[in-house]
């Protein structure tokens, strides 16, 4: 049975663990169910708790089911429950395990039903059980017929009694119709799985643009899928298509299988904003340069799995044979995913050495493109293929303000038009400081920027590697564009460049700049 996600998220529930291998192993050589199960505590944070109640959702030919976990000891005393955990502690509540799977069942349909059209789901049979992997269960019940159970004996080989318990359910729906076809599954599994695997943005989006929770795009957790059942994996796409976000993602279910990870990439600013930021218990994350010494301080020889972000700066043969000996079954047999950037963003350190890809691709990989923008307004997303003609990939995250554009004539008039933009967006536009980014190709000294008033550029913090460890800063924040690959920030300000419509040559700090503002940018081009 496919199980989303291919490995289970943590949980305190034993019980829950072991239900999940079962199903897995359910139904492995039988096509013809085409069974998924969805493991609710995907959620790691969700907006609506939308099937928050729900252990386990089987979905496939023979119908729905909504799947109840009861692990430990289970006694029903004047009829309030008691659930009996390894601990010894007791948990009782009013209502029984039968109930809740019933009540879970119908929340969902609810939602199904209010989502897509009775073509499809009204083809699908409903139902419900409880599994209890720890009792032995013979006790009868007004709230339950035996098919609707298993104890720790049936549960040991769950797929008899899930197809017994799908017929139960069968002869009890009154529609007898057919089975729904693959068409039918697809559409509904495509309305519940980002509603199962939904993750929250880096940071709350500007105020201008509602506040939401980004589901994963279609595009990413096929990604994320593909990358989990292949060993090998070279993953491309444009700038704001959440390549950084899906590495990170992949890095922690690799971890949860107990693997050792290495991520890497190459610029330290990025190193260290994922290093304080999203430390994952079994995941070292360093410089490409660096994974020996990181190797050698934990005492092992090889990782099991690598994971390279920001790849493009990466293709070399030196960086690559560094990492080959670092992995275990080294490149050609290890464990590896390889993100990059299909657009000129690799241009700040030297040009792509076709011989260090054509080194992966004789390696065998999965080749993924992601298409789905993530980040970007549609605006943004206009502004950049107009400009530069470059791949960000399509959709975005929804309307926001408009691209704000000046054009000016020297420095001084450059440091006019910034200060305006900066008190236009804060004092009348309502925007917390720590939310724009000023960026530049020249240092700060040599920017628009060191032109300002006193009291306006004591408000700005120069960026360096370390203080990625707290970013964003309590302030505006200045970087040169070359060490904000990777990294974003609600609005971006980009000073010192000319108009890139009246640039022959756009080089790439036009397309890392553009890209780095997940609501609003602003251009003054000298």
């Avoid at 663990?17 to 897995?24: A, G, P, Q, W």
């Avoid at 880096?202 to 643009?209: G, I, S, T």
């Avoid at 008190?423 to 060191?450: M, N, T, V, W, Y």
Wanted: aromatic share 8%; hydrophobic share 40%.
């Amino acid at each position: 049975m496919q199980m989303i996600p291919a490995t289970p998220h943590d949980t305190q529930s034993r019980a829950e663990l072991v239900v999940f291998d079962r199903l897995k192993a359910a139904f492995a050589h039988d096509d013809g169910h085409r069974l998924t199960a969805f493991h609710s505590l995907n959620l790691t944070r969700h907006a609506y708790k939308r099937f928050g109640e729900i252990d386990f959702l089987i979905v496939g030919r023979p119908g729905i089911l909504v799947l109840e976990v009861k692990g430990g000891g289970v006694a029903c005393r004047a009829g309030v429950w008691e659930y009996r955990g390894r601990s010894g502690g007791v948990h009782a509540s009013p209502e029984g395990p039968f109930r809740q799977a019933q009540s879970a069942l119908h929340g969902l349909m609810d939602k199904i039903q209010g989502g897509l059209p009775g073509s499809v789901w009204s083809r699908f049979t409903i139902g419900h059980g409880v599994i209890f992997p720890d009792c032995d269960w013979d006790q009868g019940g007004s709230e339950w017929d035996p098919e609707m159970l298993a104890d720790a004996r049936t549960s040991r080989n769950l797929e008899p009694w899930l197809t017994k318990l799908f017929a139960y359910w069968r002869r009890k729906d009154p529609r007898q119709g057919p089975e729904p076809d693959d068409a039918a599954i697809a559409d509904l599994k495509r309305f519940l799985r980002p509603e199962f695997e939904v993750a929250v943005p880096l940071h709350l989006r500007l105020e201008a643009v509602e506040s939401r929770v980004a589901a994963l795009t279609e595009d990413q957790m096929w990604m994320v899928d593909v990358a989990e059942a292949n060993p090998r994996v070279i993953c491309s796409g444009g700038a704001g298509t959440g390549k950084t976000f899906l590495a990170l993602e992949l890095a922690r279910r690799w971890a949860a299988t107990g693997l050792r990870v290495l991520l890497v990439c190459r610029s330290p600013w990025l190193r260290h904003w994922l290093a304080t930021r999203f430390a994952i218990p079994g995941v070292s994350v360093c410089l490409a340069e660096a994974a020996g010494v990181t190797a050698r301080r934990l005492a092992i020889d090889a990782f099991d799995a690598l994971i390279v972000d920001e790849g493009q700066d990466l293709l070399d043969l030196v960086a690559l044979d560094r990492l080959d000996g670092l992995i275990v079954g080294g490149l050609e047999r290890g464990r590896w995913c390889f993100f990059h950037d299909i657009n000129n963003q690799a241009g700040f350190f030297g040009p792509l050495d076709p011989a260090a890809l054509a080194l992966l691709e004789s390696c065998g990989p999965t080749r993924v493109q992601l298409k789905t923008n993530c980040r970007n307004t549609r605006q943004i997303l206009e502004q950049v293929q107009t400009s530069l003609g470059a791949d960000m990939g399509v959709r975005g995250s929804g309307d926001g303000p408009q691209v704000r554009h000046c054009r000016v004539t020297s420095r001084q008039d450059a440091a006019q038009a910034l200060q305006e933009e900066i008190e236009g967006l804060i004092d009348r536009g309502g925007l917390q400081p720590e939310h724009i980014s000023i960026l530049s190709p020249k240092p700060f000294a040599d920017s628009a920027a060191a032109l300002l008033p006193a009291d306006l550029r004591a408000r700005i913090r120069v960026l360096d590697e370390y203080s990625m460890r707290s970013f964003p800063p309590p302030g505006i924040s200045f970087a040169e564009i070359a060490q904000f690959k990777g990294l974003e920030n609600e609005a971006v300000i980009i000073i010192d460049l000319p108009d890139p419509l009246t640039d022959r040559h756009p080089g790439p700090d036009y397309y890392v700049g553009m890209s780095r503002p997940r609501a609003l940018l602003s251009m003054v081009f000298s």
